[in-house]
């Protein structure tokens, strides 16, 4: 069984918005929000697919090797790829209640870790999906990474409380969520966040804090400024705000002003282990991958996840392979074609 095979098997498992399209390319669910589409005139995460595809690899096939090794290591771990399964949360609400949080991320967090990986698992406004994303962490030796929404203080402690007792590896918090209608208006809201409540979040965690929704310079430096271990450059695949530009247009700029001196994540639209290459290549220290992973779930809860990796990883080590890269250290900008905005 390939990865067309489980999405052919999701298909009439994922709800009336997602088609289970033999591209996820945010086309046919464009701005069904519940469902998983884009704010707005839904075109955000359409555009982010297609700048990856305007990223063109250059092949360099005359090397001293023919090796080539995916390891990549984060905040002590060790995983098979430099890519994480993305946070989706209410998937009941956005695709079917064939699963739910709980049951979703149990599969998701638990197939992720067996392929090689890590999964973050989301948030949402029912306090169980915390305590039960934690619970498929702690059960999976804390190689998960549980997603905070941006909520009050109070309330990002009681949860990094869960956190701590999961014995995860790291936490992230989607500061851009503070664009989800649903949780502006919710009692108590959650919304963005001062440079000093980060602060507070990454002292009070004692964990590396990965921040999620980056899309400019001035926001890396402020996460930089926080204390962030890391960010993922994110428009959080166009569900939070209409007409901004690609997360592929916005990350080299990001990388060249932090130097290294934060890990950087990136994600939306990133489909195939090419597109994982070029993400590294303009700079990316690993990549996030969110909606497939749902198609994989719902259609083969068992096997879907680790084809879907495996495909993806292959497909990453073929391009290393032939475009002159031996380990991911190796990959740079020089090995594409880099996006006109
Ligand atoms: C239905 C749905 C729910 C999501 N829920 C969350 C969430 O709870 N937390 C979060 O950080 N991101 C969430 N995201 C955003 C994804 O993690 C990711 O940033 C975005 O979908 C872009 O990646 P993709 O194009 O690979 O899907 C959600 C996305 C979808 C489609």
């Known amino acids: 069984m390939n990865f067309q095979d489980v999405l052919q098997k999701s298909k009439g498992h994922m709800g009336p918005w997602c088609k289970s399209c033999p591209i996820c390319n ?9 469902g998983p589409g884009a704010k707005g005139t839904g075109t955000v995460a359409i555009r982010n697919y297609d700048a990856w595809q305007n990223v063109f690899v250059k092949m360099d096939t005359i090397s001293e090797t023919n090796e080539v090794d995916t390891t990549f290591q984060l905040f002590g771990k ?16 956005h695709y079917s209640n064939e699963l739910n949080d709980t049951t979703y991320n149990d599969l998701l967090v638990r197939h992720a870790k067996e392929a090689g990986i890590a999964a973050f698992t989301g948030d949402g406004m029912d306090d169980q999906i915390m ?6 962490i702690k059960e999976n030796e804390g190689i998960g990474i549980a997603t905070i929404k941006p909520w009050p203080l109070e309330i990002v402690k009681e949860k990094l409380d869960l956190v701590k007792e999961s014995g995860g ?15 502006r208006s919710f009692v108590p809201p959650a919304g963005r966040k001062s440079v000093e409540e980060l602060r507070k979040i990454k002292e009070e965690s004692n964990l590396p804090f990965i921040i999620k929704g980056v899309m400019s310079v001035e926001g ?16 959080h695949g166009g569900r939070v705000q209409d007409g901004t530009p ?15 001196k934060m890990k950087i994540f990136v994600d939306g639209g990133i489909r195939s282990g090419t597109d994982v290459f070029k993400a590294l290549a303009l700079g990316a220290d690993g990549v996030l991958i969110a909606r497939p992973f749902v198609n994989a779930v719902y259609g083969d809860h068992e096997e ?3 084809i879907l990796v495996r495909e993806l990883g292959n497909e990453l080590a073929e391009t290393m392979r032939m475009c002159g890269a031996s380990d991911l250290a190796s990959i740079n900008r020089s090995m594409v074609e880099t996006p006109k905005r």
Request: aromatic share 8%; charged share 15%.
């Open 131 to 136: 305590i039960s994303a934690t619970r498929s």
């Open 246 to 260: 690609s997360t592929a247009s916005v990350l080299p700029e990001i990388v060249d002003a932090i130097q290294g």
């Open 26 to 34: 945010g086309k046919a669910c464009a701005n069904h929000i519940p």
């Open 78 to 93: 060790t995983f098979k790829y430099p890519i994480f399964a993305g946070p989706v949360g209410a998937v009941d609400m």
């Open 304 to 306: 879907g996840v680790g």
């Open 169 to 183: 590896f790291a936490f992230a918090m989607d500061i851009d969520a503070a664009g989800l209608p649903f949780l």
């Open 220 to 235: 890396a430096k402020k996460a930089m400024l926080a204390g962030a271990d890391a960010i993922v450059v994110s428009n």
